[in-house]
């Protein structure tokens, strides 16, 4: 996702980049390591933030962390030049995608870099122009995730599941 952000699009060094749901960082910190001016790692639980903010100390690098639900962050205009993010994918909580998607394009400048389920593309396409204000929506390439237990709500040991990476522009 980082590599082809900045080698592609120039999204990630010398920006100013969030990680929405940031969880224990590891998007946030490529950015860094990636050589992004600034980075923010927004996640409401204490627990990931606690394990990105030391994930960070190992690596040396200064990254900033805020615990906030990201519906309910309050930034407003853009804020921010590329916001990365791998969301829920909606599955559990219908919508926790598009929510995640819909505060990322208001406080992006730039682009905004997404995961999402494949079997969801035309609905995050659709819903990206018409309702959340993207100027574009475009599916970089399609991935394969092994995804394995993490959660008390799995079911299954592991599951592969086919994702989409998106690069969004806002209006």
Same mark, same amino acid.
């Given at each position: $996702? ?7 699009? =120039? *999204? @990630? ?7 929405? =749901?940031? =969880? ?5 910190? &490529? ?8 980075? @923010?790692?927004?996640?409401? *639980?204490?627990?990931?933030?606690? @394990? &990105? ?12 962390? $805020? ?15 590329? %916001? ?8 559990? #909580?219908?919508? &926790? ?11 992006? /400048? =730039? ?16 819903? &990206?122009?018409? !309702?959340?204000? /993207? ?13 394995? %237990?993490?959660?008390?709500?799995? #079911? ?5 599941? $086919? %994702? ?6 806002? !209006?």
């Amino acid at each position: $996702m980082l590599y082809m952000a900045e080698n592609t699009f =120039g *999204d @990630i060094m010398d920006k100013v980049v969030v990680d929405l =749901g940031c =969880g224990c960082g590891t998007l946030g910190l &490529a950015a860094m390591l990636m050589g992004a001016e600034h980075v @923010i790692g927004v996640d409401m *639980d204490s627990d990931a933030l606690e @394990i &990105a903010s030391s994930n960070a100390i190992d690596l040396e690098t200064e990254m900033d962390f $805020m615990k906030c639900d990201v519906g309910k962050l309050s930034w407003t205009g853009s804020m921010v030049d590329t %916001v990365i993010m791998n969301p829920p994918f909606g599955t559990r #909580k219908k919508g &926790a995608d598009l929510e995640f998607l819909s505060t990322a394009l208001k406080v992006s /400048a =730039g682009a905004v870099y997404s995961l999402h389920k494949t079997t969801t593309r035309e609905h995050v396409q659709r819903s &990206a122009i018409q !309702n959340l204000n /993207a100027k574009t929506a475009e599916v970089l390439c399609q991935l394969r995730f092994d995804l394995p %237990v993490l959660y008390k709500f799995h #079911k299954k040991r592991e599951v592969d599941i $086919m %994702v989409d990476l998106w690069r969004f522009t806002p !209006n």
